[in-house]
């Protein structure tokens, strides 16, 4: 750490308390009784201990050498970091929805139950699907479940496909998904403009074809014209398609996934619905499905019959459960509000937006930034630096110059088919105020590259940690506290 701030153990002080317990009043007896002397410490925790105030002041100032979307723009491509409005963790706190137990009885938790079973029935819409499960708990795990499912189905037909095909411009989860379900990964290339190339995809499918899997808007913010011939070509080899939902942001109340041909969709309600995300806290990745995978969706599903909401366990083709109880049930109440909040209008509205901070700040920077895909994008773009390469720099030193100015890099690197690839998404939250900021920074990056390269070079100058050995800190991370 460069600004030199004291371990919490280094400011312990024997004997000092932050609280003061009430004398204990209860009878107590020896701890060896209680316990086998095998789980009895031979010598005391090495505890940290220390007066209230200076435990406050400890955490407080870590919690400020964080950035969030809170403290600043943050315009991490495919991640959708928006802001997140407050209006949602005042409703998922309601005593009504927060002092649930998921052993509580259904007659009990109806309330609950109609929420979740509300929430399907928008993000059917939404997505142009007949039902929704909310159990799994992100994109990558939405992916799983559905996976699973053409897997049932296609077994249930006496069909033992394993083929996905993923284009070379998927997120990781992509293929990492068909491997853990145990499935065969298939990659094609793109095209040059960054479209499904028909001719790979049509060579690629056959009978064993279980699966295609693609985002749309794909990775590269450009949208697939082309998705029906692609939908077409998959279902005629008796394929089913999924959809990486991660990119809905784009499309909200224009477009859907149901309508574009696909037969699976995961959302990520951490991104495109405002619920906090980063940090691998909890998530959502509902998925959406047409009829004929309704009998494989995973345990228990909501029933409503016109009077209450029941959870029906008894399915005999489902895949099982995908996670405990119902999902991440404070995350859904969360989507659910900002869903409520803003209504049809406003989510189009949202999506349009989006794509509207997109292109304005593309236009802005084409000129001095090298765009590979001159076109209009969707809700994000993607730029290079093959511009500032003749001065000796990476996309790595731009994203680090831009912490000086406070801002999170966008996403490098990625997608991996664009080299020096910088991926923005400023999101439809951001202010014209805020976008011309941000614009005209990095436009001044740009200059500095040519003047002041060095300046990159070693930037971050200004954070609390400087530009950290990345190879190092991945192969020997330290992770333990020594004296
Ligand atoms: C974020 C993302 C995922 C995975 O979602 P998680 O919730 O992080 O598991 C999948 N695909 C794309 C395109 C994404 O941006």
């Avoid at 400020?64 to 997140?84: H, I």
């Avoid at 039902?131 to 992100?138: G, L, R, S």
Wanted: one cysteine or more; charged letters at 20%; hydrophobic letters at 35%.
């Amino acid at each position: 750490m460069k600004k030199g701030k004291k371990l919490i153990f280094e400011m312990s002080r024997p004997g000092r308390t932050a609280l003061d317990l009430p004398a204990n009043d209860v009878a107590c007896g020896p701890l060896d009784k209680l316990l086998p002397s095998r789980f009895i410490r031979k010598t005391p925790a090495e505890l940290p201990e220390m007066s209230q105030p200076d435990l406050m002041r400890h955490y407080t100032g870590l919690s400020t050498r964080n950035f969030g979307v809170d403290s600043g723009f943050y315009p991490l491509g495919s991640c959708t970091m928006k802001y997140n409005p407050k209006v949602n963790e005042d409703v998922c706190r309601y005593p009504g929805l927060s002092q649930l137990h998921p052993l509580q009885d259904s007659g009990s938790v109806q309330g609950a139950l109609k929420l979740l079973y509300e929430m399907e029935q928008y993000l059917a819409e939404i997505s142009g699907m007949d039902a929704v499960t909310m159990q799994p708990v992100a994109g990558a795990h939405g992916e799983l479940t559905g996976l699973k499912l053409i897997r049932a189905y296609h077994r249930s037909r006496g069909d033992n496909r394993t083929k996905v095909i993923v284009p070379d411009s998927a997120h990781g989860t992509n293929p990492a998904t068909c491997t853990i379900c145990g499935l065969e990964m298939f990659g094609i290339k793109s095209s040059e403009d960054g479209s499904i190339n028909l001719d790979a995809l049509r060579a690629a499918v056959g009978p064993d074809t279980a699966a295609l899997m693609l985002t749309n808007p794909s990775t590269l913010g450009l949208f697939e014209t082309n998705i029906r011939e692609i939908a077409a070509i998959v279902h005629e080899a008796g394929g089913l398609l999924y959809y990486d939902g991660a990119n809905a942001n784009a499309i909200m109340g224009i477009v859907n996934p149901g309508d574009m041909g696909f037969d699976v969709a995961h959302l990520n309600l951490h991104k495109t619905f405002s619920t906090p995300h980063g940090g691998g806290g909890p998530g959502s990745g509902p998925i959406g499905v047409k009829k004929r995978l309704i009998p494989f969706l995973p345990v228990p599903v909501i029933d409503f019959d016109g009077e209450k909401y029941t959870l029906d366990e008894n399915r005999p083709s489902s895949i099982g459960k995908v996670h405990a109880f119902y999902g991440n049930f404070g995350v859904i109440v969360r989507a659910y509000a900002y869903i409520r909040a803003m209504g049809p209008d406003g989510l189009r509205r949202v999506s349009e937006d989006a794509v509207l901070n997109a292109n304005y700040c593309l236009s802005q920077l084409k000129d001095i930034y090298h765009a590979p895909f001159d076109r209009f994008c969707m809700h994000e773009f993607v730029l290079t630096s093959l511009k500032q390469k003749p001065y000796g720099i990476r996309t790595l030193d731009i994203a680090k110059r831009l912490l000086d100015y406070g801002y999170h890099p966008p996403t490098i690197y990625f997608p991996l088919i664009v080299e020096e690839a910088m991926m923005i998404e400023p999101t439809e939250t951001e202010s014209k105020e805020t976008l011309d900021e941000f614009i005209s920074v990095l436009r001044r990056i740009a200059g500095e590259a040519e003047t002041d390269a060095a300046l990159l070079k070693t930037a971050p100058n200004d954070t609390v940690v400087g530009r950290l050995d990345e190879v190092a800190a991945a192969r020997k991370p330290i992770v333990k506290w020594t004296n």
